[in-house]
């Protein structure tokens, strides 16, 4: 016996949601280039940019607050050891 294929079509509701959600997506950008203009859309590559500046200046950040803690806890140390031998 046979079987009938199915076809790779999704049910009604996902097509009209998918359509829905194309549509709505259009009406977005075409509001936003005539708002912004066609020169200042953003890009995947400048979102991408954008995030990976982002990254290098949280990590500078972590970075520096390590660096301070380490100093902080150093200059701690070497005061517990003064007092010490005092």
């Known amino acids: 016996m046979a079987a009938t294929a199915q076809p790779d079509v999704p049910a009604g509701f996902a097509n009209a949601s998918r359509a829905l959600v194309a549509a709505a997506a259009d009406l977005v950008l075409g509001v936003q280039r005539r708002v912004i203009g066609d020169a200042n859309i953003r890009t995947a ?3 991408a ?38």
């Not at 660096?67 to 005092?86: G, I, M, P, Q, Y």
């Open 45 to 47: 590559r400048d979102n």
């Open 49 to 86: 940019w954008a995030a990976t500046l982002e990254d290098r200046a949280r990590n500078e950040a972590r970075a520096e607050l390590t660096r301070e803690v380490a100093a902080l806890v150093a200059h701690r140390s070497s005061r517990r050891r003064l007092a010490k031998t005092r």
